[in-house]
């Protein structure tokens, strides 16, 4: 069993900050990424940022120069830290972690946690 935890969510005034958390525990053999998604009412589910097991990262163009994500691997953590942020922004903000099996790749969620920005 593999368990994604995370916190870091809350309110905060449009353009201030944030830093989300999200440690992986459990089952952990062989990591391909990990990254942050978002889901705001109404909306699909979207990629915010991801960062590879190689170190490389990808964000969604509407973030790109505000949010950055990084990675402990010794602590199976990512992190996503939120600058300037804006009223858009406001979803439900869910970790991911893409691993790699023997012949297939595994995806696991968390729980996910409220980011609400405030104009």
């Known amino acids: 069993q593999v368990q994604l935890v995370e916190s870091g969510g809350g309110l905060v005034q449009a353009g201030g900050s944030l830093r989300l958390s999200c440690v992986a525990s459990?089952?952990?053999?062989?990591?391909?990424?990990m990254g942050w998604y978002r889901q705001a009412p109404g909306k699909q589910r979207e990629l915010v940022a991801q960062v590879t097991s190689g170190g490389a990262t990808n964000y969604a163009a509407s973030v790109r120069g505000r949010f950055t994500i990084s990675r402990d691997n010794a602590k199976n953590t990512v992190y996503l830290q939120m600058n300037n942020l804006k009223p858009e922004d406001t979803a439900v903000y869910y970790c991911?972690?893409?691993?790699?099996?023997?012949?297939?790749?595994?995806?696991?969620w968390g729980q996910g946690t409220q980011v609400t920005v405030s104009s």
């Open positions: 991911n972690l893409v691993l790699n099996g023997r012949a297939a790749i595994y995806n696991y």
């Open positions: 459990g089952s952990i053999f062989s990591i391909n990424a």
